[in-house]
């Protein structure tokens, strides 16, 4: 834990349109990082653990990842500190905000919303969705200003030339990014549903919806009820659902990336074949390989049956290494993991190739 003083409230805006406020902090180092901002969840939290701007405050990093706030030190207050008010207006679009009753949080239901249509694309284009290489959010925004794009979908409809007119935009860049993009046309079904951002499904319930329907259409003929029937599916995940695939708005863009070559799979079809050496195994890619880029080695081992993980651990099967490996070769050989050269996982990939 540290001490630290609440500087400002600031009210972001989430893809869903949740008004999240979080607190702007003096720089305070803890566990060995800075922090300078905290997530205050929404003003029922505020409320209760009374957190004014200009309050010390008590920090702390919550499972050694996320800054919180603990308690407010009041012995500290001066009588200046400022109660949190949360906007009657969007601080994106302007439109009017919000609160359901029984709902804790204030929104913004302006699905237009500048700052939603940009939480929705970073969504869409993050690790566990599309898994699109090189598109940060400071690319996404500079997208956006410059109109190259107005949704997710038009990622698809991007050329070389349009990437080359941002700043500080090296061809090379801009030739890394086409090809993650092209890299991610095949996406496995239950990757494309959850990219898509709807309320109340995550992961989890995206694998099980893909297990339980043929192709993305079907949701549109679906009723709270069938959905529901669905084991681990509750009654606010389903209703969640039917609203967003009844919204046409949603239905107009899964049809423009759909029209653009997008091509979701089903996971039957997605593992090549049950011969393959990678099925139901993880793997960590480290290195760089010359056959493939790290999204394409990874797509082509998620089609194989394969779980591709960032870190290593007990539970990792193999470890793929290409040039300048770094430190995940030592600690695969402590951990017992298969160490596979270039060479050998080529090798192991033709049985399954589709």
């Known amino acids: ?72 030190v009041t012995a500290r207050r001066s009588g200046s500190e400022i109660p949190f008010v949360m906007p009657a207006q969007c601080p994106s679009c302007g439109s009017r905000i919000h609160k359901s009753e029984g709902e804790a949080a204030h929104r913004c239901l302006n699905m237009e919303c500048p700052a939603q249509v940009r939480e929705r694309i970073i969504h869409f284009v993050s690790r566990k969705g599309m898994d699109i290489d090189g598109l940060g959010e400071k690319l996404i925004a500079a997208l956006l200003e410059s109109r190259l794009i107005r949704s997710a979908a038009d990622i698809y409809y991007l ?22 993009i092209e890299a991610s046309r095949t996406p496995s079904l239950s990757r494309f549903i959850y990219a898509l951002g709807i309320r109340h499904v995550g992961e989890d319930t995206a694998k099980t919806l893909a297990d339980t329907v043929h192709d993305i259409n079907e949701f549109e003929s679906l009723t709270p009820e069938s959905i529901q029937a669905v084991k681990g599916i509750g009654p606010i995940a389903a209703q969640s659902i039917v609203d967003f695939f009844s919204e046409d708005m949603n239905r107009k863009a899964i049809e423009r990336v759909l029209a653009a ?60 290494v290409g040039k300048e490996p770094g430190s995940k070769l030592a600690k695969a050989r402590e951990l017992g993991a298969t160490i596979l050269a270039e060479d050998e996982f080529l090798e192991l990939l033709k049985p399954g190739e589709p």
């Open 1 to 72: 834990q540290a001490t630290t003083v609440i500087e400002a409230i600031d009210v972001q805006v989430g893809r869903t349109g949740v008004l999240t406020p979080v607190a702007k902090m003096k720089p305070v180092s803890l566990a060995g990082v800075t922090i300078s901002h905290a997530t205050l969840h929404n003003q029922a939290e505020i409320i209760k653990k009374d957190i004014r701007v200009g309050d010390t405050v008590i920090i702390q990093r919550a499972g050694d990842v996320i800054p919180q706030v603990v308690k407010v």
């Open 261 to 320: 070559g997008v091509k979701p799979r089903k996971r039957e079809e997605a593992a090549s074949s049950e011969a393959s050496p990678f099925r139901g195994k993880t793997v960590v890619l480290t290195g760089t390989l010359d056959s493939y880029t790290r999204s394409e080695a990874k797509k082509t081992l998620e089609n194989m049956g394969a779980s591709v993980s960032s870190s290593l651990s007990r539970a990792t099967d193999f470890l793929v």
């Open 159 to 180: 050329k070389k030339e349009d990437l080359a007119q941002l700043e500080r935009m090296a061809e090379k860049s801009a030739e890394k990014i086409m090809t993650a």
